[in-house]
């Protein structure tokens, strides 16, 4: 076997493990960056996927309970019958970002200190990089949707989606975490710093999300990567903190 | 204006997926019915409990509703991106239980739904031999290459990990990997052939 060969026999095998997501976060960069050159390891990829696709597929059924269906299908109505009547009331023009975002351009940001964080989280905060804008029309059902393109490393954005008393937490362009590592969302409320229970980690497009429960009286909502089991209180700087408009 | 739910019926996924991102409840509710019980399953097999398994697929399906008009077709199938995003949470969900192992072990006996043949849509067909062959192929897997590729699809374990878990070196697991994997498309070319 020549030197060529040797090589791409070692790659072939790291394929097919970062087809099943098993690769530490640096082998699927390293693989990434390989991929991007070599079309012989990329259709061994292509070639792969259908096996990987497939594995959901031999799964027993199991019948799921009729209350998940209603339960969704009464969401989304309420969703969609709030998207209505905002489009109604709006004219159906795309919305502008809320005053709260826009006074964001002028750098005053009007965020409380938060005890502990406050250096942390006002340099993400206080970045003039911020750019607000809105998703798909500005809004989810009809509530505000914050895109925040900034964030420690640059690139990553997050997004709030409001839903009553709760949020999901969408942040894309993650870069992987160490195994022995989690993401995991605080929540401010003043000075006060709160860990959202889930702990989440980035799929190997560079998503996560993560749903908050309460979102009554949160101003801040903030990332950080911590060990795996998670913190009580963050132990290193945000990836990303979006502020929320009260 | 939604659509009716006898013509959302007749629309292939991709079809659906527009008017999921105009928020259409019609189009959504016949896209959780065509794949809910495979999203479900998945997250049961993968969490083990069925109250997970149904806040992960609840999850799962809010995200679709939420992001469905950032569907790319060119990643491949909906059916594929829904199943991705149900693993990934589910996975997600499994991670943040400590202390709960994955169930180890492929249902290969288990019967998938047990309707009458002619009452299957070709492409529900096609889905059953699809599982079906994978089922034969996992079957005909040595033990070894099935439960690294069950230990990192439905456990969520890194191959280190997996390495550590079995006691063998990191190069023998990624090659039972890679010779599982090649099994399982070996034998669905030959389903396809």
């Not at chain 1, 990836?239 to 009260?246: A, F, S």
């Not at chain 2, 495979?38 to 939420?66: C, H, M, N, P």
């Not at chain 2, 400590?98 to 288990?110: I, N, Q, S, V, Y």
Request: hydrophobic share 40%.
């Amino acid at each position: 076997m020549n030197d060529e060969n040797r090589d791409h026999e070692r790659w072939s095998e790291d394929a097919a493990a970062y087809m099943l997501g098993a690769l530490e976060p640096d082998e699927t960069v390293a693989l990434e960056r390989h991929l991007e050159g070599c079309e012989r390891c990329r259709e061994q990829i292509r070639w792969l996927a259908p096996a990987v696709q497939a594995l959901p597929e031999a799964v027993a059924r199991v019948e799921p309970p009729g209350e998940l269906r209603a339960r969704l299908l009464a969401e989304v109505r309420e969703d969609a019958r709030r998207a209505r009547a905002e489009a109604a009331a709006g004219g159906g023009e795309r919305r502008r970002a809320p005053a709260w975002l826009r006074r964001l351009g002028g750098g005053s940001l009007g965020l409380r200190p938060i005890a502990g964080l406050a250096a942390l989280a006002l340099v993400v905060v206080a970045l003039a990089g911020y750019e607000i804008g809105t998703e798909d029309g500005g809004s989810s059902g009809g509530e505000v949707t914050s895109t925040v393109v900034a964030g420690h490393p640059p690139g990553v954005t997050a997004r709030v989606i409001r839903e009553g008393d709760g949020a999901t937490l969408h942040l894309a362009d993650v870069r992987q975490v160490p195994g022995d590592r989690v993401l995991e969302a605080w929540v401010a409320r003043g000075k006060k710093i709160t860990p959202v229970r889930a702990l989440f980690v980035p799929d190997r497009q560079g998503r996560a999300s993560t749903t908050i429960a309460d979102m009554r009286g949160v101003d801040t909502v903030m990332v950080t990567v911590e060990p795996k089991g998670g913190t009580r209180a963050p132990t290193s700087t945000p990836i990303v903190t979006v502020p929320i408009p009260q | 204006m939604p659509v009716r739910r006898e013509k959302a019926e007749r629309l292939a996924d991709e079809e659906l997926m527009p008017l999921i991102g105009e928020k259409d409840p019609e189009a959504f509710g016949v896209f959780y019915d065509r794949h809910g019980g495979v999203a479900y399953s998945l997250a049961y097999r993968i969490v083990g409990e069925k109250a997970a398994a149904e806040d992960v697929t609840q999850e799962a399906f809010i995200s679709i509703w939420r992001s469905g008009a950032r569907f790319d077709r060119a990643r491949g199938s909906v059916r594929s991106w829904m199943l991705s995003i149900v693993r990934n949470r589910a996975i997600d969900a499994l991670r943040s239980r400590a202390g709960k192992a994955p169930k180890l072990t492929f249902d290969d006996e288990a019967i998938l739904e047990q309707r009458p043949a002619e009452e299957l849509t070709e492409e529900e067909a096609m889905r059953h031999e699809t599982a079906s062959e994978v089922r034969g192929a996992l079957g005909t897997l040595p033990g070894e290459q099935s439960k690294v590729i069950e230990l990192a699809y439905f456990g969520g374990f890194s191959h280190s990990e997996i390495a550590r878990m079995l006691g063998v070196p990191l190069g023998t697991v990624k090659g039972r990997m890679r010779l599982g994997l090649e099994k399982i498309r070996g034998e669905l070319a030959e389903g396809l052939a």
